[in-house]
């Protein structure tokens, strides 16, 4: 009987998993929503991310 775990361990049958954004739950007077996008284009490579003043998330979400 031949070994099949060779066929699952190949890069060329590996997909990358795809992403999607989630929006925020809610809209929020004075929120980052329609802001997201450029303060995230601020925000240096990182390997963890706190929302500090989460409100509705939108950063988070989009992030």
């Known amino acids: 009987m031949k070994n099949n775990t060779d066929k699952f361990l190949k890069t ?3 997909t ?3 992403r ?6 809610f809209a929020w007077v004075g929120g980052k929503n329609y802001l997201a996008k450029e303060i995230i284009a601020l925000i240096p ?3 963890s991310y706190i929302e500090v003043f989460g409100g ?3 950063v988070f979400y989009q992030k």
Do not use: D, Q, V, Y
């Open 12 to 14: 060329s049958t590996l």
């Open 16 to 18: 990358k998993p795809t």
């Open 20 to 25: 999607t954004t989630l929006k925020a739950p």
């Open 45 to 47: 490579e990182h390997k």
């Open 56 to 58: 509705a998330l939108s």
